[in-house]
């Protein structure tokens, strides 16, 4: 086999087990494997990164910002748009086929072992995301990294991301997420979350609700971590649009950072910038020592964030973004406003049944004209009919369409047969994901074809 043939039989493997919804509070089954492989995960310092919203953006700037530094960086995000291989990167990359299978290589003797000692127990075997998360590890160390940067799967405390001791910790806006899993309030979710504080980490927050603030600092002092928040310690102080993204202006933890260009759109961008300027901060010189200018504009100007307000189509306009819960579909809606100049948008819109469809659609409608209802491609999708009723009982119209190549199609025929008209593909990772492909394969940059 060749390289993309062996990664493929990896993905294959990894397939056959519990998918990732799947989420049992067991941390140690993968400290277990981890210990046989002679911990791996110990071998570079580690960025770990939790929260509802804007985790994998503030991961990506946090990485680029130290390979901007010479540092040679892992970045372990979840989920995939297109292929798997995206959700270990290495010095900005996705990890080489080839990587990835002699990674396989190394754990799988070891896997075997560990389902052998579950199954005496009476426990499940090891799950996708648990070995997924072995094997950037075991990647990050073969590579080998200076600095992993890495985001939580699911909550904190007893994700397998957690094996990991991050030398800085932080932590993007939480809000009501997962609720049947972290917690029934903001509270207990962030008691959870909380728990990728290490003792005498330094800790990073974006602004919290007072319930939020007041677990993280209690957990941080009681871990003797120190802990700074936006607004109080490090902020965004200003922001104004530019071509192809904004210009920021950063109050860092060590010094002010001023009309920095950083080429995403939305003012939750921004500050996601400024958490990410403060965690580097944090790791390269102890919150004291002032990013170099050079770095700073290299590392914003590298920074990407795909299927985040990702524009992938021209005459009409369409964007994509993964918004896949109220938060995130707030946050779309001031962005389609103040990122944007146009007078309607189209939604084509898209939600999994486990999430909060009614929610989004309270968020997003007042900052649409138009709802194409769809379902993304996947066994956990709500059904398109059921996502243009919930639109519906608010007063709205929504057409139904059972593809995302049927709605996508609709939806840009409308953009185009009007004036100052554009396309927002949203509601769910997956169906970010299908956009993006639909619309490379499709060229929808080379404008509307009857």
Do not use: C
């Amino acid at each position: 086999m060749n390289d993309t043939q062996r990664a493929d039989a990896v993905y294959e493997k990894l397939m056959e087990r519990a998918g990732e919804r799947w989420v049992q509070p067991r941390k140690e089954r993968v400290a277990r494997i981890l210990t046989l492989l002679d911990d791996p995960q110990r071998t570079y310092r580690v960025v770990h990164i939790t929260g509802t919203n804007g985790k994998t953006s503030t991961a990506r700037m946090i990485e680029s910002l130290l390979r901007a530094h010479g540092l040679r960086t892992g970045l372990f995000t979840s989920p995939h748009l297109k292929r798997f291989t995206e959700r270990i990167m290495i010095d900005g990359e996705p990890i080489a086929d080839g990587s990835i299978a002699d990674a396989w290589d190394e754990i799988e003797p070891f896997i075997g072992i560990v389902d052998a000692e579950l199954e005496g127990a009476g426990d499940a075997p090891l799950t996708f995301f648990e070995l997924l998360t072995v094997l950037a590890f075991v990647a990050a160390s073969d590579a080998p990294v200076d600095v992993l940067v890495l985001e939580v799967g699911m909550g904190g405390s007893w994700d397998s991301t957690n094996t990991a001791d991050g030398d800085v910790a932080v932590f993007a806006p939480i809000d009501l997420d997962h609720a049947d899993r972290l917690g029934e309030t903001i509270a207990e979710i962030a008691e959870v979350k909380a728990g990728i504080i290490k003792d005498g980490a330094a800790v990073v927050s974006a602004e919290q609700s007072a319930e939020v603030a007041d677990v993280l600092r209690r957990v941080a002092a009681e871990r003797g971590a120190t802990i700074a928040f936006e607004g109080d310690s490090f902020g965004l102080a200003a922001q104004k649009l530019a071509v192809g993204g904004q210009l920021l202006t950063i109050k860092g933890l060590a010094g002010d950072y001023a009309d920095e260009y950083l080429p995403l759109y939305g003012a939750h961008q921004g500050h996601n910038a400024a958490l990410a300027v403060a965690a580097v901060e944090s790791l390269i010189g102890g919150a004291t020592q002032r990013i170099a200018a050079d770095i700073l504009t290299d590392g914003l100007q590298g920074a990407t964030s795909p299927g985040r307000l990702q524009l992938v189509g021209i005459a009409p306009t369409v964007v994509v973004d993964a918004a896949h819960n109220p938060h995130g579909a707030a946050a779309l809606a001031r962005s389609l406003d103040d990122s944007f100049d146009f007078d309607e948008w189209g939604l084509v819109l898209g939600v999994f049944a486990d999430k909060d469809a009614a929610g989004i659609i309270d968020q997003l409608l007042p900052a649409v004209t138009e709802v194409f209802a769809t379902s993304p491609d996947s066994d956990r999708a709500s059904d398109a009919d059921a996502i243009a009723d919930l639109v519906e009982e608010r007063d709205r119209r929504a057409s139904v369409h059972p593809t995302l190549a049927e709605a996508a199609d609709a939806a840009r025929e409308w953009a185009a047969s009007g004036e100052r008209r554009a396309v927002v593909i949203a509601g769910s990772i997956v169906l970010a994901g299908e956009a993006l492909l639909l619309s490379e394969a499709d060229d929808w940059k080379s404008g509307w074809r009857a």
